[in-house]
């Protein structure tokens, strides 16, 4: 069955921690202060933020529901989900290794507002 924006929504606000925000135009999804997810072309599609080596296996097993984004960004890790293609169980584990990765890692140093002159 295909997935929406609002079920894509309701499996990563389901893990602990995570927030929606918004970021460049379109939701985005954190936590430990990092983006892990986000939603895309009017909620069509959203984006994992996995492991290169993660992402080759959803690649393999589930080849028209996640490819990578282009550029840099895929060759990352970014991959992104059809959601119209999409079926929950895959999508909540890929989320889940998604979310396990912003978690491993420290929190985001705070950056310092510029000094107007």
């Known amino acids: 069955m295909a997935m929406t924006g609002d079920d894509f929504r ?3 606000l ?5 927030e929606e925000g918004a970021h460049m135009g379109h939701p985005d999804f954190r936590a430990n202060g990092r983006i892990f997810a986000s939603l895309l072309n009017g909620e069509r ?5 996995l492991r290169p080596e993660e992402q080759k296996v959803y690649l393999r097993a589930h080849k028209p529901v996640f490819q990578p ?6 060759r990352q890790g ?3 989900v059809t959601l119209a293609k999409a ?4 999508v909540r584990s890929a989320l889940r290794l998604a979310w396990d990765g912003v978690m491993a890692q420290p929190p985001p140093r705070k950056r310092r507002a ?3 002159r």
């Open 10 to 12: 309701a499996l990563v």
């Open 78 to 80: 970014c991959t992104i």
């Open 14 to 18: 389901a893990l602990d921690g995570a």
């Open 45 to 49: 599609d959203a984006m994992v933020k």
């Open 87 to 90: 079926d929950q169980a895959a």
């Open 114 to 116: 510029a000094v107007k």
């Open 69 to 74: 984004a282009s550029g840099a960004w895929g």
